[in-house]
């Protein structure tokens, strides 16, 4: 890496591979271009003042994993801890060791916010613009790779509802995304609008302090139970060593995870009995399985939500939490009025009414001068974008944890840069045959996800087969984009002419 710094900001940078964000996703993909690519350079750019992104933007009250932190973790790091489900900053100081450890944490630039990037097929470069710091210095990188670990959710707003009479209300309206640290809930009334995984952690996190936390939903989500720590982890890690127990336990998750969302998605009605009987057992009878916690939809048309060793079904049957399903009419100075005619009283209310998802980090992408509108490209092996080069984009499992499918793609992003060394390409794209576009397509993330649907129209679109479709499917991926052919017949690869900056042959 070439570059001059002052006070840590990076100015006409050129590096091989240039990572955008410093959470999960970006520390894996560094480490595997540090250890399989240790000839090419490579930077992090965070718009943010600290690495861990989701981890450390999020700090709400008993923010957790909702996956086995086995999975969760990195596979190159084992986790240590006998707590499968983690709370958030345990899982933030899981990152800053991480990066720490592999000195990852070196090639992190905080407060570079990228705006745009413009490839050139001239010079088979992406040309990055960004405002560095809180005067928004601008200044410009330059790769030959951009790998955006920006994950899908904005990080300056969450889903906003302006509900009416709002301004009526005397208390305070909280939105888990900003959570202010010195909020102070003891013995008060909190109302939490929403059901799905931030509500149903904040319930029984608040429940103990406050004098009764209400979960206020339009409809409900499906719940299950999951125990807080692993016993066959803790068994098979005194028997064999950290990493090669860490692999066992890593693997027998994720597949357990795939047959679980493939039994659900098979056989729907006999997985839906199953989940409300245990629902019902959990309940013990305080409060009604329907219409509390029973959806209008089969499970995996929206994300589950899981709670460890059933702690929100306890702090109903303590009687310090309850469920409300109904909708709301207004708010009123004392809380919210309900069509139902019912009236809740609050001292503070949580809107937990969703995230607002963004593509490709909210960076504007040009190709040759020309914008391009994430939604009309279509997803390459879950990572690529048709029509894009040299790009990739790091989107995890909806059905299993994120850091599984971000670290096959970062392994996939190495394996195509050694393709391209090896036959000395300098760009590779993924096209979309002729006529394909379109066809029997379907949203990035397959679910009915309230969040979801309001992107439907800025997200890119999965095709029908592969490697067009988008699988959900670990143990598939995991050979796939480990072991399968990068010249596919899909990937167009350009090579340079000897002695001369512009690229002329197109291989496949």
């Known amino acids: 890496m070439t570059d001059s710094q002052t006070d840590g900001v990076v100015d006409a940078v050129t590096v091989d591979v240039l990572i955008v964000g410093a959470g999960i996703s970006g520390i894996d993909a560094a480490y595997r271009i540090k250890t399989q690519l240790p000839g090419k350079s490579y930077t992090i750019l965070e718009g943010r003042d600290s690495l861990g992104g989701t981890w450390d933007q999020f700090r709400y009250p008993g923010i957790r994993s909702d996956s086995d932190m086995f999975t969760f973790s990195f596979p190159f790091r084992p986790w240590k801890s006998s707590k499968a489900i983690s709370e958030g900053s345990l899982i933030l100081d899981y990152l800053k060791d991480t990066a720490r450890e592999f000195g990852i944490d070196e090639q992190i630039r905080y407060g570079h916010r990228v705006l745009r ?4 097929s001239v ?13 928004r210095r601008p200044t410009t990188v330059t790769c030959s790779f951009l790998y955006l670990c920006t994950g899908y959710y ?9 509900f009416p009479g709002q301004e009526d209300f005397a208390g305070q309206v909280v939105h888990p995304q900003f959570w202010p640290q010195d909020l102070d809930y003891q013995g008060k009334r909190v109302v939490i609008i929403g059901s799905g995984a931030t509500a149903v952690t904040l319930v029984p996190a608040l429940a103990d302090r406050a004098e009764l936390v209400t979960m206020l939903q339009r409809s409900p989500s499906y719940v299950l139970t999951r125990p807080a720590g ?8 005194k028997w064999l060593p950290a990493g090669l127990a860490h692999r066992v336990i890593r693997e027998k998750n994720a597949a357990l995870a795939v047959a679980a969302y493939k039994f659900l998605r098979r056989w729907p009605a006999k997985g839906r009995a199953l989940i409300l009987d245990g629902i019902a057992k959990q309940l013990g009878g305080v409060l009604p399985v329907d219409p509390h916690f029973t959806p209008r939809y089969d499970p995996w048309d929206q994300r589950l939500c899981f709670v460890p060793d059933g702690d929100l079904f306890a702090a109903i049957r303590e009687r310090k939490a309850t469920v409300v399903t109904d909708q709301i009419e207004t708010f009123t100075e004392k809380g919210i009025t309900l069509t139902s005619g019912a009236e809740l009283e609050a001292d503070i209310i949580v809107t937990a009414t969703g995230l607002k998802m963004v593509a490709l980090g909210q960076v ?8 391009v509108q994430p939604h009309d490209t279509t997803v390459y092996k879950g990572l690529m974008l048709s029509g894009i080069p040299n790009l990739a984009w790091c989107v995890g499992y909806i059905n299993n944890s994120w850091t599984l499918r971000a670290d096959l793609s970062a392994q996939y992003v190495c394996r195509l840069l050694t393709y391209m060394d090896q036959h000395h390409y300098v760009a590779a794209v993924p096209e979309l045959p002729a006529g394909e576009r379109g066809v029997s397509a379907g949203p990035l993330l397959d679910l009915a996800s309230g969040y979801v649907q309001r992107a439907t129209a800025i997200l890119p679109i999965q095709g029908a087969v592969a490697p ?3 699988r959900q499917n670990y143990l598939a ?8 052919r990068v010249d596919d017949g899909a990937m167009r690869f350009t090579r340079a002419n000897i002695g001369a900056r512009t690229p002329v042959a197109l291989d496949r």
């Open 154 to 162: 904005s990080y300056e707003s969450g889903h906003q509802v302006q």
């Open 230 to 237: 692993d016993g066959f982890a803790d068994r098979i890690r």
């Open 477 to 484: 991926d995991s050979v796939g984009l480990r072991y399968g």
């Open 123 to 135: 010079d088979a470069t992406w040309t990055v613009d960004v405002e560095v710091g809180p005067e």
């Open 117 to 120: 990037a413009a490839w050139s």
């Open 468 to 470: 067009w479709r988008t």
């Open 364 to 371: 504007e992408v040009t190709v040759d001068g020309e914008r």
